[in-house]
């Protein structure tokens, strides 16, 4: 007897069967209030291959640190034309490009502030579910006393800041497992 993996097994890469019209790269329209941010990388493996059928799913806040969602019951203005949502493939190099906007702060347990994050889930072959994750920048007064980054030891905080390069683009790569550079997964 034999065991065969079926769909039910893994997350992808079946994701792309009828859903790539969820795809967005750019979160913003003209009308949308914030600094606009580019953000790219690649996804890879531990061993450093290129993982060539991953889907990054962004939810973030907007501009203000509100998220357009009915549970954030924050007083702060929503933003109509940002939903802060989007689905980015990748490409036959494990590349990735999306644009959006830098969100605010917003409110945490016990009164705390969450430095301007994107919570990014990441979806691929042989994986039995997604893996969660965030996207910090890098040199963002906040961060310092972010409540989730205070979690993560000091030396594998660096996996979750993405850097500004000469051209202004954020850089943050996807490493999936087995070394110490891999992306600090957080459990939900």
């Known amino acids: 007897m034999t065991l065969t993996a079926t769909t039910s097994h893994t997350v992808g890469p079946y994701y792309h069967i009828g859903l790539t019209w969820?795809?967005?790269?750019?979160?913003?329209?003209?009308?949308?209030?914030?600094?606009r941010v580019a953000i790219t990388g690649q996804v890879v493996d531990g061993n450093g291959d290129v993982v060539n059928d991953a889907m990054l799913e962004v939810w973030q806040a907007n501009a203000a640190g509100?998220?357009?969602?009915?549970?954030?019951?924050?007083d702060k203005p929503l933003d109509p034309h940002f939903e802060g949502f989007g689905r980015v493939p990748v490409d036959a190099e494990g590349r990735f490009r999306f644009t959006t906007i830098k969100p605010g702060t917003v409110e945490g347990l016990k009164g705390s502030t969450q430095a301007p994050h994107l919570v990014v889930l990441v979806f691929a072959r042989g994986l039995v579910k997604h893996l969660?994750?965030?996207?910090?920048?890098?040199?963002?007064?906040?961060?310092?006393?972010?409540?989730l980054l205070e979690?993560?030891?000091?030396e594998r905080r660096?996996?979750?800041?993405?850097?500004?390069?000469?051209?202004?683009?954020?850089?943050w790569d996807v490493i999936l497992q087995g070394t110490e550079a891999e992306t600090v997964f957080f459990d939900y």
Do not use: M
């Open 66 to 74: 509100k998220y357009d969602h009915p549970e954030d019951e924050q």
């Open 132 to 147: 969660l994750t965030r996207i910090y920048f890098e040199g963002e007064p906040a961060n310092v006393d972010d409540p």
């Open 158 to 171: 660096s996996t979750l800041l993405a850097k500004k390069d000469a051209a202004g683009v954020y850089q």
């Open 151 to 154: 979690c993560v030891p000091a």
């Open 22 to 35: 969820l795809n967005r790269e750019n979160l913003t329209v003209g009308q949308t209030l914030g600094e």
